[in-house]
Structure formats: C-alpha cells, structure tokens
C-alpha cells in the first residue's frame, strides 16, 4: 500500500526565512540520526548558495509525517532567479508563503504570490521570525490579504489559513497566544489545506521534466512529477521532445526522496515526484511518457528576460594568463550547456564569433552564470548590461521595476532626489518608529543599473535595497548615466605605492600598490566627470639626500572594493568587465581607446 501524499513549495522573499524553516522541518521530522553533525540550512548545498546565504537553485526534499509523505519544494527567493519559481510551481498541489513579521510583503513576495496564484494554489500563510523585537504579525497578515487582493485572487484564495512562527527557534503556532515547542501545528497545516495530488493510476505514464541533474555513475537525471499511470525501474519508455520528436529510451534507475538522500525504488505512481535516469537528451518541460501512446504534457512556460549583456572572448592583454578554457568554443559550448537547467536564460550567436549575447532576469541571475563559470576555469569578459525592449500593441516600451528601499531618515531626501533623476516615481512612504523610512517606487529598469553603489553611499551602507520585475510600459525617456569619468592606466607594469599617493586627490582608486595594471586598465573613479589617463607604475627617482620627514608613515586611503556585482552595475556603455579565475578587472574598449 503506497503512503497517502502532499506536494508543496515554499515559497517567499528573499532572506524571510524559507531554507530555515525547512531545516526545522527536516530536524523535526526525524530523517536525522541523534548526534548526526547537521549544517544551518542544509538545503543550500551549492557553494555559492551558502556564501551569499541566498537559494539560487530550486530543490526537492520529502519527509514522513502520520504515515502521510511530504514532498516539499524549496525555491529561490530573487526575482532573478524566477524561473526556477515558475517551473518548480507545476509539480506542487499547495504551497506555504512565508512572510517576515517585521518587513511583511515584499517586492519579491508580490513576484512568488502571483505565479502561486496564477497556478490556482492556495497558499498556508506563515508569518516568520516572529520572536524579533520591532515585530508586527497581525499587521504583516493585514498586509499580506491587501496584497491577495490586489493581484486579484478569488474568494477561497482570499480566506487563506495562516500561522505564526520562528523558523530559528523551530516553533509553529496557530495563534500568538498559544504555547508551542514544535512544526506540528505547520505539519497539521499541510495535511488539512494542501489537497492531495489528482491523477489517474491507470492512464498511460506521463512525467514532466522540471530540474535537471547529473551523476558521473548514471549521467543526466530527470526530476520531475508522475502527473498519471505508474512508473517502473527497467521499463521502456519513451521521450516527446519540445519539437514533437518522440525519442524512446528504458527507464535505467527510479530514485525516490528521503529527506536529503534519493533512495533506488521499485516503482512509482501518479502525484509522487521522483527522480529518472536514462534519458540522456531530456530537456526541462519534455514529457516522459508510454512508447504506445506518447501523450506530451504542456511546455512549461517562462517569463522572457528582460536584461542582456555581451559575453566576449578575452583580449585584453593579460588574456590567457590565469584561466584554463579560454576559447570561443569552449564559451560558447558551456553558455549552450547551461540553457539545459537554466530555463530562464537565452544565448544568441551574434556576427563576430568571438561574441554572444546572453539574456536573462537581472544582474544578479546573470552575475551568478559569470561566477560560476570563472570557478569552473573559464575566462571572459562582458559588457554594460543593457534592459531589453519590446514592443506592445504597436508602442516601443521598457522593463519597470518594484523597488522598495529600508533606509535611515536622513537618507531619504538624497534618495528620492536622485531616483526622481534616473525616472522613479514614489508610489508610498512609510515612516517608522525606529528611526527608518520605507519608500516604494516604480522605475525603469535601466534607472537601476549603476544605482546600487550610490545607494550605499547615500545611505553610508544601512540602506536596504529590494526590487522586482512589474511589467513593460512606454519608455521614459534618458535617463543621466553616472556622473563621474574613470582613471585609466596609460601603460603596463606594476602599480606603485610612490603614483598611487601623487594621484590620490584626482580620486579614489580599485587597486592596490603592487597590482600589475596594463593599457586601458580602469584603475579607479575620477572625481569629475571626464575620465582621466595616468601613470599609475610611476617610480620614485632615488638620490643620495634624505628627504625632510622621509621616516613618517604614510598611507593610501583603502582602496573601492570592486565585486563582480559592482563591477557589472559600475561599468559604462564604452567599458567591459574582464573575469578570470583569479581576478576581476575593469577596462576600457580597445577600439575607444584607439581613438583617444
């Protein structure tokens, strides 16, 4: 007798405590041993996802509670990374929405919400980190129905049940005034609102593709959900490819979810969601289905990108130097091999070979493909991001964005004045009684490329910046680039401590002495607005007197700490971003300074 099943998402914002919450879950329900060493947030195993603290890829657990399977989804919680949002949605019957009882909705819950309910999903509530001071769970639950509301949910959807809890402390309760230690209340929760998953045992298979992994002992495996019939290890089966093409192929291995284990299974039946090897060529939103009777399930659809950037094989003249796969191929092959899990991005040739346009949700989406590849050995370099326009019932328009900003008050009339420059309009303003504003503005998107590091600036690193794709409107208008030129290398060597100091009051400098600069290198920020050539490899000439208060200690002020992130948001039209394994530069176009 096969164990009665629910399959659901947790979905949220960012950093409001999803990963943490499944951790309680996991713990709770007993998949660990005692005295098992269990890392904090167990379910972001990529190593990026634990540096950044962030879910980027969307993964399956399941857990047994009263004799009941739970198969949960955890997702990501960026916009940017949406798609994994979207594709993940399909295979579930219910989903848990977490909100911070301090921060309530966010753009990004707005983004996760709207595709919950466009699936026809209604979501179990769970207001998170309620045990934090400056907390406010009725108010965050207020908050949340107006945003059901507004993105026009029905009336069932509307009476959503909802919870309190703290995903850190690993507690759930159904009131505030209750006494709890423990998720059961969540667990109860699932098994009373989430419905069991429909489809038909005796229907021939139909599998849909959702994620894509690989093991060097199987080779590509499948995970997706059995939406009818019954699934078994060594059965023929065959493949509906996107085009219509039916590819047929045996069932290698059928994998099961225990907690964070896949564990060999015998057979499967409709609602479970497993694992499949066999099917070298699957892609994500294929069908697996019966060789006899190959029925496809609908493709699954994504939202289009709305940034691009230019990838560039390498040419400065450090190229070569510190990345092993360096090559137009070997870009171009791992870019192509990436559009296979990453359904949210598109690759298009372009006339050079030596170039390729990439598309994807944001800076951040895109920034995590450039430094992943860097990781894996690859060497590059990539332009200015640029939005993507469109053009809707005959008028050319622009990606807008959400964008909330949490920031100190004295901050707040510096922020709403150069948002005002880059097109923003003020949709609401929050005062709160602990010293800190919200304000909420739509703004195109390209008003937003290059804010980030004048945000910090203005706000002195407190701000707290979040933002999300709205939709596309008539374009805005130019919008002012940044305001300040660049100081550029006008020659190859080592920089020295000795014309580095000399040049310190023309601005303030991305490298340090003793960092090996070349012709063109962007080596800092011009404090005006035109860029600046120097000789930053300038040496000390030596003579035999002994200069007047030559023994007193002198500094640089430390340098701008240039990530891969701010070098993207940082960069102009003319300027790209080199990324080796080792290092990551700014510069100028070759051909731009050819004209100098």
């Known amino acids: 007798m096969t164990l009665p099943i629910r399959n659901v998402a947790i979905i949220a914002h960012v950093d409001h405590g999803k990963t943490t919450l499944v951790d309680a879950l996991l713990k709770q329900s007993g998949i660990f041993r005692e005295g098992e060493d269990v890392p904090d947030c167990v379910m972001d195993s990529n190593d990026l996802e634990r540096e950044r603290g962030i879910t980027i890829l969307a993964k399956n657990t399941a857990v047994k509670y009263k004799e009941t399977l739970i198969n949960i989804v955890d997702t990501p919680g960026h916009a940017d990374f949406g798609g994994e949002v979207e594709r993940v949605l399909g295979m579930v019957d219910g989903c848990i929405l977490i ?12 983004f996760v919400l709207k595709k919950a309910l466009e699936k026809g999903l209604r979501p179990i509530v769970v ?4 045990d934090r001071p400056q907390a406010d769970p009725h108010g965050a639950i207020d908050k949340v129905l107006d945003l059901f509301l507004e993105l026009g949910a029905d009336d069932d959807q509307c009476d959503f049940p909802y919870l309190f809890a703290s995903g850190l402390s690993g507690y759930a309760k159904d009131e505030l005034e209750d006494e709890s230690k423990d998720m059961q209340p969540l667990f109860e929760a699932i098994l009373r609102h989430v419905p069991p998953p429909v489809g038909d045992v005796n229907k021939p298979i139909q599998l849909q593709v959702t994620t894509l992994d690989y093991s060097e002992y199987l080779g590509r495996i499948v995970i997706g959900r059995i939406h009818n019939g019954t699934i078994r290890m060594g059965q023929q089966a065959a493949l509906v490819k996107e085009n219509g093409e039916v590819v047929k192929a045996k069932i290698s291995k059928l994998l099961g979810f225990e907690g964070l284990k896949r564990i060999e299974i015998p057979e499967a039946s409709a609602g ?8 070298a060529d699957a892609n994500i939103g294929e069908t ?11 493709l699954i659809k994504v939202d289009e990108p709305t940034l691009q950037m230019t990838f560039w094989v390498n040419d400065s003249p450090f190229a070569g130097q510190e990345g092993k796969l360096v090559t137009s191929r070997q870009v171009r092959d791992r870019l192509i091999r990436e559009l296979e899990t990453n359904v949210a991005l598109r690759v298009e040739e372009t006339d050079s070979p030596d170039k390729f346009l990439v598309s994807g949700r944001g800076e951040l989406h895109l920034g995590i493909l450039i430094e992943t590849m860097r990781r894996e050995g690859y060497e590059f370099q990539v332009s200015q991001p640029q939005v993507i326009y469109r053009e809707v019932n005959g008028q050319p328009c622009e990606p807008f964005e959400l964008l909330v900003l949490d920031i100190p008050e004295d901050a707040v009339g510096s922020c709403i004045e150069r948002l005002g420059q880059r097109k923003g309009e003020m949709q609401d303003m929050q005062v709160g009684g602990n010293g800190r504003t919200q304000l909420e503005f739509v703004i195109p ?3 937003l490329i290059g804010f980030r590091g004048e945000f910090m600036r203005m706000t002195r690193g407190e701000g707290i910046m979040n933002h999300s794709f709205l939709d596309y409107r008539p374009i805005s208008g130019d919008i002012e680039a940044r305001n300040k030129g660049v100081l550029i290398s006008f020659e190859e060597g080592v920089a020295t401590f000795y014309a580095m100091k000399n040049a310190e009051d023309r601005g303030s400098f991305f490298i340090t002495p003793g960092t090996k600069v070349y012709k063109g290198m962007i080596v800092g920020e011009h404090n005006r607005p035109q860029d600046l ?11 035999n007197h002994r200069a007047a208060g030559g023994d007193e200690l002198v500094q640089l002020q430390a340098p701008v700490d240039m990530s891969l992130e701010r070098a993207l948001e940082y960069i102009g039209p003319d300027e790209l971003v080199e990324v080796t394994p080792q290092s990551i530069r700014l510069r100028k176009m070759a051909k731009k300074l050819a004209k100098r």
């Not at 479970?272 to 099917?279: L, P, Q, S």
């Not at 050539?533 to 003579?543: A, G, I, M, S």
């Open 533 to 543: 050539e120097l000789n930053v490899c300038k040496t000390k000439q030596l003579t």
């Open 288 to 298: 697996i289905t019966d060789p006899n009777e190959p029925q496809a399930l609908p």
């Open 127 to 130: 207001v998170n980190k309620i």
């Open 99 to 110: 909100v911070d009882a301090n921060e309530g909705p966010m753009p990004q819950t707005r």
């Open 272 to 279: 479970h969601i497993v694992a499949v090897a066999g099917f």
């Open 445 to 447: 998107a390209r008003g």
